[in-house]
Structure formats: C-alpha cells, structure tokens
C-alpha cells in the first residue's frame, strides 16, 4: 500500500489494522508528516504542526498494541483540531492577530475527550478570524485553499478540517458550527459533517449557552463521525446545557426500507444552483433505490429567516466579538470587523424577534418531521464561493440573482434555529469545476441515530467516498 492510500485510511480501519498489528501508529503518523509536507502550501490548511510531540504518543500507542495491551477508542489516531479550542499550553490562534501569542492555560472539554480516549493532535486547522465567516483566511494564516479546486474556498468556518481531510492529512477532525461552520466545509469539501442537537456535544462558556452553537466531528465517513461523536458526546460538570444521559450511537442499522423522506430544494428562501439540484435529485434516487418514499414538501416559513437568523448572531456573537477586541480593530480583517460593527448596532427588538421566527419555523417543521422519518435538502446552493471572498465587500449571485454575501448561499443557518434537530451533511457529488456538492440529512429533535442510519445506508450504497486516486483530490 502506497502512503497516499494509507493517509486515506478510514479511522476505523486504522484501528482494526493496529489491532492486527499490521499497520502501526508510528507508520500512520511518518506518512502524514509526509503528506503534510507535500500540501501544506497549496492547500495552507494547518495552522500550527505538532509533529514531535505526536510522534512519540504514537510510539507510546504502538507500544500497547504491540504487547496487546487494552486500547482506547482513539488509540494512535492522528485528528486535526480546529484552531480555536484549547489545549493546555499549546497555542491558540482563532485566525486572529490579537491571539498569535496566546497559549492556553486549560483544555476544551472536546479536546479533553479526544486526548483521553487515545486521539493523538499532530496539527490544528485552519479557521476564519474567529470563525465568523463561511469561507476561511485571515491575515494571520493567509488563504486556505480547496484541495479539489484551489480557486475555490473548502468552506468555513471549520474550512482548514474539511481541507485537511479531503487533504488526506489526518483521518478525524473537529469542527464547530454556529451558522453552518461544520456543514459548509464538509459539503464543499466532500467530506462528512456532522451538527448534533444543542447540548449533545459540551462548549465552552460563554457559548455552551448560545443554542446556535455545536460542537461536532468532521471525516471521511458515516462510520468515522459515528466513532468520534460518540467519543466526544455526553453531559459535563462544566456544561449546564449539556444533556444527560450520554447516548452512544450504534455503528450498526436497520435498512431505510419503507422510510418516508421529506425534501424541499430551496425551503422556499434560497436560490439553488443547477449542479447543485442535480446531484440533489441524483442522492434522492439513492434513497428511492433503498426502499424509502420521497415527498416533496413546502415549508410556510417566514420569509426573514436568513435575517432573523443573522440578527441573533450580530446579537449575541457579534456583541461578544467587540467587547473582546475593543481597541484593537485596526488588526482585524475587514469582515470581522463588519460582525463587530453589526453587533454593535443591534437592538434587543431584533433578539426577541429571532426567537419568534424560530417559534414560526417549528410550528410547521415539527408537525410535516412527525410524518416523515427524514428530511433532506441541499447543503449549500452553489459547490463553493472563491477562496478569496469576502463578504465585507463582495456580493454573490445565484442564477443571476444577488443573495446575501453573508451565508445567502449556504442553507445551513436554518438549522442552527431549529437547533434541537441533528443534522448530517454527506457528499452528493462534485461539480464541473471539481468541487463537490452535499446534501443535509435532518432528523426529528434529539434523533441523532436517524441521520447515522439514512447517511450510512446512503454511503453503503454510493461504496464510500475517497476510495482509490480517481475519488480523491489531484495535489
């Protein structure tokens, strides 16, 4: 096996290999470092590299399994953090000048769960400014690229993990997700995202208390975020949002035969993209093929749901980003500097009115999901945005009509205000320019395993993604 099919290793193949002891930790681990070094400037996905430190961990792993010692789920598995949660005297960036010093002095919940179940952090991914954008550069870090097409962003604001995995530069990854942030990336970049429902996964305070905001794990396969979540899943003495008891997810499911799957292209707000639309239709003829009924459905949403939506992050992200960096605006990229600016002129009227649209949302999202088992629609409306956007000063079109720079081309936000409801976006397919396009599986509150259940029924289906050089990235 060469060592650009060993870096595209499924996690859970690695782990059974160790286990057979026919790969080790350290073998892995040599051939990321190596593949690292091969795209870390086209792609410019990783931030800082931890590459000594995570060597001899992966030496330590080796060791259990070679004396067939007891191993933890994560044993020797490389996974890229995204730079913005801690670990404890390692550095932290958020994409930020203003944090280029800063080393933390505790370790993220998440972070913690990873290190203890055996996770190994070799490298940390790249993210906008404080994660406030859908796409990912900043000043600090430069341009982070997609593998698939370099004149294209991977996504944001968790775009340096789905770069780093389509990249084959690590075989888990995190992510976070306040307007989209693990979703974007994962369909721009064909990989695999996954938003539990608020409160699955623990956040650090202030934002475990925002229900926008989720952690989740972002890979290569259903398989994989469904090995990671249930590591990172589960109540916290830190966290009084997250909730009790823990539930770990099977890796095994019963077939979607005899499903009956709701789906809307637009949700009645967005523009949608040809390509987009059809590899739409292509996956929705996947699940046609395994047995489940597709019913195309109207949400009576209102209308100023992307507004709605972008008034509670102004409120509440917005606000805490600018009492952060007060004094110190000069230093910030121009869009980051427009989220200030948009929470220093909200108002409280426009709080308490999200909260009303959400309420709207529900009252009709929540009586169609009690007659479907699934619902299913576009991830993004377009495969991707350039990779030098900026939604400070560039305006985007869609079939010729001007959205909103700020996420109008993303569907993912909807979600975020109907944050109870878990939602896996897997790849449907790539575009003519390269860039793959996804679709989100959405779930009735609080049922994560029926997302797992219709995405790895649909990745079974499809024979994986990633799977030998034509499936993968030309870098």
């Known amino acids: 096996m060469g060592d650009s099919d060993l870096c595209y290793l499924p996690a859970h193949d690695l782990i059974r290999r160790f286990k057979a002891k026919s790969l080790s930790p350290v073998e892995l681990l040599e051939a990321l470092i190596a593949r690292a070094e091969k795209v870390r400037e086209p792609v410019n996905c990783l931030t800082y590299t931890h590459f000594d430190s995570a060597m001899a961990a992966a030496r330590k792993a080796e060791a259990r399994y070679a004396r067939g010692a007891r191993t ?35 370790t993220s919940t998440v972070n913690a769960r990873i290190l203890r179940a055996g996770g190994i952090v070799h490298a940390r991914t790249a993210t906008p400014e404080f994660s406030c954008a859908g796409y990912t550069w900043s000043r600090l870090w430069g341009v982070t690229r997609n593998p698939w097409n370099r004149d294209y962003t991977p996504g944001g ?18 992510g976070s997700d306040i307007g989209g942030s693990i979703r974007i990336p994962a369909s ?24 926008y905001c989720h952690n989740g794990p972002m890979t290569r396969t259903v398989r994989d975020a469904i090995l990671l979540q ?7 003495e830190t966290d ?46 996947v699940f046609r093929e395994l047995g489940a009924e597709t ?18 992050l102004s409120q509440i992200f917005g606000a805490y980003l600018g009492k952060s960096v007060e004094g110190h605006e000069a230093d910030l990229t121009d869009y980051a500097r427009h989220f200030v600016e948009l929470g220093r002129g909200a108002r409280p009227e426009a709080f308490v009115h999200s909260l009303e649209v959400v309420g709207a949302m529900y009252a009709s999202f929540g009586p169609m999901m009690a007659k479907h088992d699934l619902f299913i629609c576009p991830t993004l409306v377009v495969p991707a945005v350039p990779a030098e956007y900026n939604q400070a000063r560039d305006t985007f079109q869609v079939n010729g009509r ?37 679709i989100q599986l959405v779930g009735r509150t609080y049922r994560d395993a029926d997302v797992f259940r219709a995405g790895l029924a649909y990745e079974t289906a499809l024979g994986g993604w990633f799977t030998g050089q034509a499936a993968r990235p030309a870098i």
């Open 402 to 438: 001007e959205v909103d720079p700020i996420l109008g081309w993303a569907m993912t936000l909807p979600f975020n205000m109907l944050s109870r409801c878990p939602v896996l976006s897997v790849p449907s397919g790539r575009a003519k320019n390269g860039v793959p396009t996804g």
């Open 157 to 174: 604001s968790s775009g340096g993990s789905g770069a780093a995995l389509a990249a084959g530069l690590a075989p888990l990854a995190t």
């Open 188 to 211: 721009a970049t064909g990989t695999v995202g996954y938003k539990p429902p608020y409160g699955r996964v623990p956040e650090d305070p202030p934002f475990n208390l925002d229900f």
């Open 295 to 312: 019913v195309e459905v109207t949400l009576d949403w209102p209308k100023d749901v992307r507004s709605a939506g972008l008034g509670y």
């Open 72 to 106: 933890r789920p994560l044993e020797g598995l490389p996974v890229a953090i995204k730079d913005e949660s801690f670990i404890k005297g390692m550095p932290t960036s958020n994409g930020s000048l203003l944090m280029r010093d800063f080393v933390a002095e505790a």
């Open 240 to 285: 009084v949002a997250s909730l009790r008891p823990k539930l770990r997810l099977p890796v095994e499911y019963k077939p979607v035969r005899g499903w009956k799957i709701a789906w809307s292209m637009d949700m009645g707000l967005f523009e949608v993209d040809d390509e987009v639309q059809r590899n739409t239709k292509a996956a929705l003829d």
């Open 230 to 236: 249930n590591v990172i899943a589960g109540p916290s």
